[in-house]
């Protein structure tokens, strides 16, 4: 579950990087940055619209992840096991 949340949080801070540099929507890589998370982003952008021209989904989604491994870490540690 950690290492999940880990390539989650790369790939969705990979695509905000892309977003800034617009390779093009052409680009491949783009293309499965995209597929791979937007599934997990446009239900926190349905919550919490663009603020201006900025869009804090990946921000919420980043703080939800790692949250999600303090608490799995948490969990281990007291010998809950998961």
Same mark, same amino acid.
């Given at each position: 579950?950690e *290492? !999940?949340c880990?390539v $989650?949080? *790369?790939?969705i801070? !990979? &695509?905000? $990087?892309?977003?800034?540099?617009? #390779?093009?929507?052409t680009? #491949?890589?783009?293309? $499965?940055l995209?597929q $791979?998370t937007?599934?997990?982003?446009?239900? +926190? &952008? &349905?919550v919490m619209?663009?603020?201006?021209?900025f869009?804090?989904? #990946?921000? +919420?989604?980043?703080v939800? !992840?790692q949250?999600i491994i303090? !608490? +799995?870490?948490?969990?281990?540690?007291?010998?809950?096991g +998961?």
């Amino acid at each position: 579950m950690e *290492l !999940l949340c880990e390539v $989650l949080t *790369l790939i969705i801070l !990979l &695509r905000s $990087l892309m977003s800034w540099i617009t #390779p093009g929507q052409t680009n #491949p890589f783009t293309i $499965l940055l995209y597929q $791979l998370t937007e599934p997990i982003l446009s239900p +926190v &952008r &349905r919550v919490m619209p663009k603020i201006g021209m900025f869009d804090f989904s #990946p921000v +919420v989604v980043i703080v939800i !992840l790692q949250l999600i491994i303090i !608490l +799995v870490d948490a969990v281990q540690a007291s010998g809950g096991g +998961v």
